[in-house]
């Protein structure tokens, strides 16, 4: 895990404000998007059940392109609202934990 990480999960403990959370399908033939709560500005995410990629810099992912990962966070408002996600394999789902984190 990198230092980052270990860092807002440190502050999240220190300041824990948990905004809400969304479980999302991720199909292969569509783009997913969020449903950032208001004041959201990071979100742990898990892909379960398969596998996807994901982009958020707004770039839509495909089954080539994006980053396949199956655990991360994503640190940023901009960031969540830009997120964009895609199944590649199986049924994948797309659990996110949605927070406020103090700077």
């Not at 990198?2 to 399908?25: H, R």
């Not at 033939?29 to 004041?39: A, C, D, K, M, R």
């Amino acid at each position: 895990m990198s230092n980052d990480i270990l860092l807002n999960i440190k502050k999240l403990l220190d300041y824990p404000q948990a905004l809400g959370n969304e479980t999302i399908l991720l199909g292969t033939g569509y783009i997913s998007l969020l449903t950032v709560p208001e004041n959201a500005n990071y979100a742990i995410m898990t892909i379960d059940s398969g596998e996807g990629r994901v982009w958020w810099t707004g770039t839509n992912p495909s089954a080539t392109s994006g980053l396949s990962l199956q655990a991360f966070d994503v640190t940023g408002r901009q960031n969540l609202l830009n997120f964009k996600a895609i199944g590649t394999v199986g049924t994948p789902l797309l659990n996110v934990q949605y927070f406020y984190l103090q700077a």
